[in-house]
């Protein structure tokens, strides 16, 4: 259920970018003077800026896609009062429904929801209600998403980076390279340019996600 553990500490204050990865994350964040506060992140939709201080900390937890955070008042307190270190606390607090899991898998390398539920062998209505029911995001959002994270990340890659932008898009799926820019644009705020010198998104993307 848990991808990843890691940190970040703000070296100076200002704001930080997080983009669409797919995932939520349990986090705690400790400002100095201030008490540690512990949430779960949200599915973003378009990169999102939040301000830190300088010395903020964070230490989180990276959430597989389709992991929710219990509505249970005690496990959720169990969880607040965790350091993340305590992952029975942490565990408690968690769903996966192996359905979503199979359903958002499927849906990474398949051409259309209709082939993503044929696999399953279910019908599209009811993969569909899945996916929304579980996530509270469409299958067409998880396709875009995993879409633009994978063509994000080999555009940003040393290797990569002398290929034609146009096989890119046209490998990728996209209709042309202006559909594929228009894509990283909306989920990234960024552009091929941008992703080829490197920095803070093409950074983002090396962290785990859904892709």
Known sequence: MILEKWSFTARSAGYETIVPDG???VIIRKSIGLAPVVFVSELDDFPRRIGVREGDSFIGLRLRPGVTVSADPGAVLAM???DLDDMAAIRQ???ACPRT???LAALKS???TADAARELGVSIRTFQRVVNEATGRSPAWWRRLARVRRVAAKIA???ARQD???EMAVDAGFSDQAHMTRELQHWLGTTPGQLRRGG???EALTACGYE
């Open 80 to 82: 607040d009062r965790a």
């Open 101 to 103: 899991t199979e359903a």
């Open 164 to 166: 034609s932008l146009v």
């Open 93 to 95: 607090a968690l769903i």
């Open 200 to 202: 803070p998104v093409a």
């Open 157 to 159: 890659s040393i290797q």
């Open 23 to 25: 995932c939520r994350d």
């Open 110 to 112: 398949a051409r259309g």
